[in-house]
């Protein structure tokens, strides 16, 4: 559970999550699954966010087995599928996750 100051500090980056999900039309549970993601492991450096927020969107779609490509994910973001593709597994390891093995 992530703290009221976590949200508000990075209530520009959650609306942004919810933004993009929309334009994917993602349903609640991955849009609540991107935020806990995302909020697990914020990265101090603003330049590093979207790439973050992006790849937790993108995990958190497999998750929910609503699996989006990264590329699409990203297009939705507004940062390159490299970006997805070299952090989203980080993410899920700092949510206490294991990785899928494929």
């Not at 959650?14 to 334009?23: G, K, P, V």
């Not at 609540?32 to 914020?42: E, H, I, K, P």
């Not at 490509?69 to 989203?88: F, K, L, M, Y």
Request: charged letters at 25%; a negative charge; proline letters at 4%.
């Amino acid at each position: 559970m992530h703290s009221a100051k976590d949200r508000r500090d990075n209530e520009a980056w959650l609306e942004a999550i919810e933004t993009a999900a929309a334009e994917l039309g993602l349903d609640d549970e991955v849009r609540s699954v991107a935020v806990d993601l995302f909020l697990s492991d914020v990265p101090d450096a603003d330049r590093s966010k979207p790439a973050a927020l992006a790849a937790s969107l993108y995990a958190a779609t497999l998750i929910a087995g609503d699996g989006r490509t990264q590329t699409s994910v990203a297009d939705a973001v507004g940062v390159s599928r490299i970006s997805v593709q070299q952090r989203w597994q980080e993410r899920l390891e700092a949510a206490g996750m294991e990785p899928p093995s494929w």
